[in-house]
C-alpha cells in the first residue's frame, strides 16, 4: 500500500506525464563525446554544451588526477573556512587573466554563481530588469533577492529602454529614510541564449545602461570559449566587456569541466567574497573539479583552443538551413529545431534516437509551452561523416509539419 505522501505525488506526477512533460534520467557509460553509449547503443551525441571537446580532453583529466593527488578528494569546507585550496586559487587567478579583468570568483556552479552574485548586489529597495529569456538560475536569483523586477521582451532594446525608464523614475523619487544607500538597478542578459543560439545586442544595451545609470551583468554561459579574439566570450567579440560590470560564465560547458565564475574588478570580488551566500555558506568544490577547470581555461587561450574554436566554426555552416526553418543568423553552435507540440518534439526525439542520433526534446518549463523543441548542439570533434549522418537523419523527419 501506498502511503498518503507517495500516493499524491505519484497523482503530480501523473499530471506531468499526462502533458507530456514527464522527465527521466537516461543512464550515460561513457564520456562526453561525439559517440555515448546509452542503454548498451553507441549513439552520435548532438546534446552536449562541450562545444570544443574538452570534457575528455587528456590535459583535463591529467590535471584533475593530480589534484586528486596532491590535494585529496574533497575541500573540506567552504572556502572562507579551510577549503580555499591551492586549485581554486589558482582557477581564480587563471579565471581573471583569461578574461582581462582585474580579478574572478569561481563558485560550484553557475547556478550558486548567477544566485550568489545577484544577492549579494541587490535587495528588495532595487530594481532587476531581466530579458524574458535568461536562465532559470537568474529567474530564481530574481525572486529571492525580492528586488523589484521587469522582465523586457528578448533581445527588445526599446522594451529595455521603457523598462529602465520605470526603473530610473523611482530611484530618483522620494526615499523613504530607512534606506542607508541609493537604490540600485540592475539589468541581467545572456549573451548567447542557451535555448535559440541568438546573440543579445550588448553594444546597444551597454550604451542604454550607461545612459540610464544602470549596472549591467551578462551570463556568457554559451560564449566563454567560443567568441572574440581571446576567446573570452561575445561581450570580448563586441568590444564591451570593459564596460560590463559583472561578467558571469560557467566552466562546465565549452571549458569542459564543472562550475560557474564572476569576473570584474577587484572590488566586486571582494565584495561577493563577503556578500554571495552560494559562496560562503557552502563547501568548496572538489580540487580535481578547480584544476579541470584551470586546465580547461589554459587550453581555451592556446593555440589548441583556437583551432578547436575555428573547427567548431567551420562544422556549424554545414548544417543546412532547411532543416531549421527558423534557424538563426547568429552565429551559433546551439540548433534550435522548433517543433511546438510536447509530444511531437518527443515523438521526434525518439524516431532519432532510432536512427542512432541523440538530440534531446527540450520542453517547458525549460522553454515557453508550445514551444517545445530538439536542441542540436554541434562541438568542434564532430566529423564531416559524424555531420553527414545527422543530415541523413534528420532528412528523414518531416519537421515542417
Ligand atoms: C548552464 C547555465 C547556467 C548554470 O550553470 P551550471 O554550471 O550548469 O550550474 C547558467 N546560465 C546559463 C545561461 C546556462 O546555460
Redesign the pocket.
Known amino acids: 500500500m501506498m502511503n498518503e505522501f507517495d500516493h499524491e505525488l505519484t497523482q503530480r506526477l501523473d499530471g506531468i506525464r499526462q502533458q507530456g512533460l514527464l522527465r527521466e534520467l537516461r543512464r550515460v557509460d561513457s564520456p562526453q563525446s561525439p559517440r555515448i553509449e546509452i542503454g548498451n547503443r553507441t549513439l552520435l551525441n548532438f546534446s552536449s554544451n562541450d562545444y570544443l571537446g574538452l570534457a575528455n580532453e587528456p590535459t583535463l583529466k591529467e590535471a584533475a588526477i593530480r589534484a586528486v593527488e596532491r590535494y585529496g578528494a574533497g575541500a573540506g569546507g567552504s572556502r572562507l573556512i579551510c577549503g580555499s585550496l591551492a586549485p581554486h586559487q589558482e582557477l581564480d587567478e587563471t579565471l581573471a587573466a583569461f578574461k582581462g579583468t582585474e580579478a574572478a570568483i569561481s563558485f560550484s556552479?553557475?547556478?550558486a554563481a548567477?544566485m550568489g552574485a545577484i544577492g549579494a548586489l541587490l535587495g528588495k529597495d532595487d530594481f532587476l530588469i531581466l530579458d524574458k529569456l535568461v536562465?532559470a538560475?537568474i529567474v530564481d536569483a530574481a525572486r529571492l533577492c525580492g528586488a523589484k523586477l521587469r522582465v523586457f521582451g528578448h533581445n527588445d532594446l526599446n522594451d529595455l529602454e521603457a523598462k529602465l525608464k520605470w526603473a530610473a523614475e523611482r530611484v530618483q523619487g522620494p526615499k523613504s529614510g530607512v534606506q542607508s544607500r541609493k537604490a540600485r538597478t540592475l539589468v541581467v542578459t545572456?549573451s548567447v541564449f542557451?535555448m535559440d543560439g541568438d546573440h543579445a545586442p550588448l553594444r546597444e544595451m551597454v550604451e542604454l545602461k550607461e545612459q540610464y545609470g544602470a549596472w549591467l551583468m551578462v551570463?556568457e554561459?554559451?560564449a566563454t570559449g567560443l567568441y572574440g579574439a581571446h576567446r573570452r566570450g561575445l561581450a570580448e567579440e563586441l568590444g564591451v566587456s570593459h564596460r560590463i560590470e559583472v561578467q558571469m560564465g560557467?566552466l562546465?560547458?565549452a571549458l569542459g569541466a564543472?562550475?560557474?565564475y564572476i569576473c570584474g574588478s577587484r572590488a566586486l570580488i571582494n565584495y561577493l567574497i563577503n556578500r554571495a551566500r552560494t559562496f560562503i555558506f557552502s563547501t568548496a568544490p572538489v580540487p580535481a573539479a578547480a584544476a579541470a577547470a584551470t586546465a580547461g581555461v589554459r587550453f581555451v587561450e592556446s593555440s589548441a583552443g583556437e583551432e578547436r574554436r575555428n573547427k567548431l566554426w567551420r562544422n556549424v555552416p554545414t548544417l543546412p538551413s532547411t532543416i531549421s526553418a527558423q534557424l538563426s543568423t547568429s552565429r551559433s553552435a546551439i540548433i534550435p529545431i522548433l517543433i511546438g507540440e510536447e509530444d511531437k518534439a518527443v515523438e521526434a526525439a525518439t524516431a532519432l534516437r532510432e536512427q542512432g542520433i541523440f538530440i534531446p526534446a527540450i520542453r517547458y518549463p525549460t522553454v515557453a509551452r508550445g514551444q517545445a523543441r530538439l536542441r542540436l548542439t554541434l562541438s568542434a570533434t564532430h566529423t564531416d561523416a559524424d555531420l553527414s549522418q545527422l543530415i541523413t537523419a534528420l532528412k528523414a523527419l518531416d519537421f515542417r509539419l
Open positions: 556552479t553557475g547556478y548567477a536562465h538560475c545572456e542557451s551570463d554561459a554559451h560557467t562546465g560547458k564543472s562550475g560557474g
